[in-house]
């Protein structure tokens, strides 16, 4: 419950009791289903349990709505593979909080940064001391969200000044404040139509574009797959973005 507050203009948010332990509980298995991709086993568990718990009949049409929803992405997986990046906040305190965490270079929006960065990185030993194949200056710790604890060798995040880089529909909030873009180096080849890219473009400059795009440019190799994108703490939360705001 004390936790609940902070949560503030997480989707959902407001269709939660926060005076009911019930639905606080439910709320925290709600954001943590988002945090899965759709649809997973971890995914519908969450969501079952929010189910279980919620006191509220408020409470509970938001989590059958997310289940509906999550439905929905079984029907659509089955007719097309359909591939979103998770656009994610980080909390004040969220690493010191998290059970597992994942250590990652950090480059500039410089190609031969990218190329550079260390691509092994492991972590070893019974106190966990992660080892790169060679020294490296910039480095982020992030909790170990499934998008980032799935990654393997080739693991990277590239810091940018404003989100300009990415494809947004509307004009938001995308000139005021930094975000890092984390990236898979081992998987450079255009795939997916709806999957995001990391890409230096002649003319353009370093962005994320989505495949289709890029398919349709020409463009066969880039500089790694986009698997997560990650806005900076602040006191006051605003929505996350929508699947509707990608271009």
Same mark, same amino acid.
């Given at each position: 419950?004390?936790?609940?507050?902070?949560?503030?203009?997480?989707?959902?948010? !407001? *269709?939660?009791?926060?005076?009911?332990?019930?639905?606080?509980?439910?709320?925290?298995?709600?954001?943590? @289903?988002?945090?899965?991709?759709?649809?997973?086993?971890? +995914? @519908?568990?969450?969501?079952?349990? =929010?189910? *279980?718990?919620?006191?509220?009949?408020?409470?509970?049409?938001?989590?059958?709505?997310?289940?509906? %929803? !999550?439905?929905?992405?079984?029907?659509?997986?089955? !007719?097309?593979?359909?591939? *979103?990046?998770?656009?994610?906040?980080?909390?004040?305190?969220?690493?010191?909080?998290? #059970?597992?965490?994942?250590?990652?270079?950090?480059?500039?929006?410089?190609?031969?940064?990218? /190329?550079?960065?260390?691509?092994?990185?492991? #972590?070893?030993?019974?106190? $966990?001391?992660?080892?790169?194949?060679?020294?490296?200056? *910039?480095?982020?710790?992030?909790? %170990?969200?499934?998008?980032?604890?799935?990654?393997?060798?080739? %693991?990277?995040?590239? #810091?940018?000044?404003? =989100? +300009?880089?990415?494809?947004?529909?509307?004009?938001?909030?995308?000139?005021?404040?930094?975000?890092?873009?984390?990236?898979? +180096? @081992?998987?450079?080849?255009?795939? =997916?139509?709806?999957?995001?890219?990391?890409?230096?473009?002649?003319?353009?400059?370093?962005?994320?574009?989505? $495949?289709? =795009?890029?398919?349709? $440019?020409?463009?066969?190799?880039?500089?790694?797959?986009?698997? /997560?994108?990650?806005?900076?703490?602040?006191?006051?939360?605003?929505?996350?973005? #929508?699947?509707?705001?990608?271009?």
């Amino acid at each position: 419950m004390k936790d609940y507050p902070s949560r503030r203009g997480d989707k959902g948010w !407001e *269709r939660f009791n926060y005076t009911l332990p019930g639905d606080c509980l439910a709320f925290m298995y709600y954001r943590q @289903s988002r945090e899965h991709q759709n649809p997973s086993d971890k +995914r @519908s568990s969450a969501l079952e349990q =929010a189910l *279980r718990v919620a006191e509220t009949e408020e409470a509970r049409q938001a989590v059958l709505e997310e289940i509906k %929803g !999550e439905k929905q992405g079984e029907k659509a997986e089955e !007719e097309e593979i359909v591939t *979103r990046v998770p656009v994610v906040r980080l909390r004040i305190g969220e690493v010191a909080e998290a #059970s597992s965490v994942v250590v990652l270079p950090v480059c500039k929006a410089e190609e031969r940064e990218i /190329l550079e960065a260390p691509f092994e990185c492991r #972590s070893k030993g019974e106190f $966990g001391v992660v080892m790169a194949e060679k020294g490296w200056g *910039r480095w982020v710790v992030l909790p %170990g969200w499934e998008p980032v604890v799935g990654l393997g060798d080739g %693991g990277v995040v590239v #810091s940018f000044a404003d =989100a +300009r880089v990415l494809p947004w529909k509307a004009n938001r909030w995308y000139k005021e404040e930094p975000i890092l873009v984390v990236a898979d +180096r @081992s998987k450079r080849e255009v795939g =997916a139509d709806d999957a995001f890219y990391l890409v230096n473009l002649e003319g353009q400059g370093f962005k994320v574009e989505r $495949g289709l =795009a890029l398919k349709e $440019g020409g463009v066969t190799l880039t500089l790694g797959n986009v698997v /997560l994108v990650v806005r900076p703490p602040k006191e006051e939360y605003d929505d996350q973005l #929508s699947d509707d705001d990608w271009e």
